[in-house]
């Protein structure tokens, strides 16, 4: 046995080699690199406390920050609703409904972005709808509200797929014997139901967080006037001199950063969920 | 789920308020999808239904059509490949170094795109004839949906007990490859299937790190989708996004069917 496992260990680092390649040269050396490149401008280290020190980047940084912020609350609430109703009805059609929230999930955040512009646009359905009713013109695609719609869009069948998968592992005796108990609807609610959802929540809430602080994809269709992080990345790298350069680089990794570190302290409060797509 | 409730108030509330988030998830997909076929959008369906912008849009971006699923094809098979032996090393010595390995190639997932691009551009812009090959977009999408495929195989590896199955096998005498292609990768198979369903769907959509990556040349499908909507009348971009649909949503659908019959194995 033990000539076995000592044959086993090379084996296994064998198999691991070829993947071991391709993410050494692909994933680690381009991030060593970037957090070398964030460094190695005029303000040197300093360019990774831009946040601080960047009055532009600061104000973006707030401004993604708070539309993710409201995104995510959003997106929970919409969710849970939603996702506690279709976990605790049978009717027909139930399946065709969840088929309809769930399979955007892997859109592209650039379609997602289109979608907004067909719903809030200037050839939009809410424009139509609003002169049709009221004669006013209702745009609202390339605004920090276009950006707000298509978050949600994109963030819905996220947390929807995690709420009912943890509605569906809840004890249905519970409620009931709370409501025998002479609890009312929201109380049951608050003391039973919400603290089994939790760590589903905390999971999903996390990706939305994660996904709407670097989302790219939907801010750059709709061009849009308010700047959030990635936006700023892009312009600074693509369009202005190396000097900015340096700090869009930083400013990168730092966003890299604050989403990685958001998903690993979900992870280890609240358990895995699922994500796909990237915003 | 269990039992009938009583459809009082509760019910129809509830049912109301999922429907009405159902149509801001599907109205905008209708909307666009009938754009693409409209001869005119802004004066509406009486202008006729058309399939002219769909050629147009065939005219312009086919080459980002068949670069996308070349792409898309290219990464299931690399990340097959590379992905299933270490995903079987992984599950086969759980611990630490196994977490560890797993949480390196999920940084994708967590990391955004963009700075993962300007990683890849700073380490290989200077190789030239690679920067300005379709395989720089290639090497992209690789580590961005290889966490998927790797979680996918663990998964069903661990579920199914894998030592004990190559314990019997070699003990009838067969030797590693001869188990591994036998015997571990058929009974990993829902796993690589799941996973390369999530690999190509993925692939094909991917925009934030292949818009940094691509260059005039290597223009993928999503890629042309964000210039036709820059740069083009709303009825092609319309009809682009419907040729998108069309391509991602047989996918889609069959990323649910494979989860559904995932979760029932599991019960």
Not at chain 1, 204 to 221: K, L, N, Q
Not at chain 2, 100 to 129: F, K, M, N, R
Request: hydrophobic letters at 55%.
């Amino acid at each position: 046995m033990s000539s076995a496992s000592g044959r086993e260990t090379p084996r296994m680092v064998l198999m691991l080699l070829p993947a071991g390649i391709v993410l050494a040269a692909f994933l680690l050396v381009p991030l060593v690199r970037l957090a070398i490149a964030g460094a190695s401008g005029p303000d040197g280290i300093a360019a990774y406390f831009s946040i601080l020190t960047n009055p532009r980047h600061g104000h973006d940084t707030v401004m993604t920050f708070i539309l993710a912020v409201t995104v995510t609350l959003a997106a929970l609430v919409v969710s849970t609703i939603a996702g506690l109703f279709l976990a605790r009805h049978v009717f027909p059609g139930r399946s065709a409904l969840i088929a309809m929230l769930t399979f955007p999930l892997a859109f592209p955040g650039v379609v997602v972005g289109f979608l907004v512009i067909m719903l809030g646009g200037r050839q939009g359905l809410a424009n139509l709808v609003s002169k049709a009713l009221t004669g006013d013109r209702l745009v609202f695609a390339y605004s920090a509200a276009g950006l707000f719609v298509g978050y949600l869009y994109f963030s819905i069948p996220r947390v929807i797929l995690n709420v009912m998968a943890a509605a569906e592992t809840l004890d249905p005796s519970l409620p009931e014997a709370a409501r025998s108990l002479g609890a009312g609807p929201v109380r049951v609610f608050l003391s039973v139901t919400l603290p089994a959802l939790m760590p589903g929540l905390i999971a999903s809430g996390a990706i939305c967080f994660a996904t709407a602080m670097g989302a790219f994809g939907t801010a750059f269709a709709l061009a849009t006037d308010i700047a959030v992080l990635p936006m700023t990345i892009y312009t600074e790298f693509t369009l202005q001199a190396n000097i900015a350069g340096a700090s869009a680089l930083a400013l990168a990794l730092v966003l890299g950063l604050i989403t990685w570190a958001t998903l690993f302290i979900a992870r280890t409060l609240g358990g895995r969920g699922a994500a796909a797509g990237g915003g | 789920m269990r039992r009938g409730h009583p459809r009082g108030a509760g019910f129809w509330g509830g049912l109301a308020f999922t429907l009405v988030v159902a149509a801001f998830m599907i109205v905008p997909v209708v909307l666009s999808g009938l754009a693409g076929v409209t001869v005119n959008f802004f004066r509406g369906l009486e202008s006729g239904l058309t399939l002219d912008w769909v050629a147009e849009v065939w005219r312009l971006y086919a080459d980002t059509i068949w670069r996308s699923i070349w792409l898309a094809f290219a990464t299931l098979a690399i990340t097959a490949v590379i992905g299933v032996p270490a995903a079987y090393a992984l599950a086969r010595r759980p611990g630490p170094l196994a977490r560890a390995i797993e949480e390196t190639v999920a940084l994708p997932i967590a990391i955004p795109g963009l700075a993962l691009a300007l990683g890849l551009l700073l380490t290989w812009g200077g190789a030239g004839s690679f920067r300005m090959s379709s395989g720089f977009v290639l090497a992209g999408h690789v580590i961005y949906t290889l966490p998927f495929m790797l979680r996918s195989v663990i998964a069903v590896m661990v579920a199914t007990d894998m030592k004990t199955l190559e314990e019997g096998a070699a003990s009838l005498g067969a030797g590693f490859l001869r188990r591994f292609l036998t015997v571990i990768v058929p009974n990993a198979w829902p796993g690589v299937l799941a996973g390369g369903l999530m690999v190509v769907t993925l692939s094909i959509g991917e925009f934030n790190l292949t818009w940094m990556l691509h260059t005039p040349l290597t223009k993928t499908l999503p890629v042309g989708l964000a210039d036709s909507y820059a740069s083009m009348r709303l009825e092609i971009a319309s009809a682009y996004t419907l040729v998108f649909f069309v391509m991602i949503v047989p996918l889609l659908v069959a990323m649910q069917l494979a989860g559904r019959r995932g979760r029932k194995d599991h019960r």
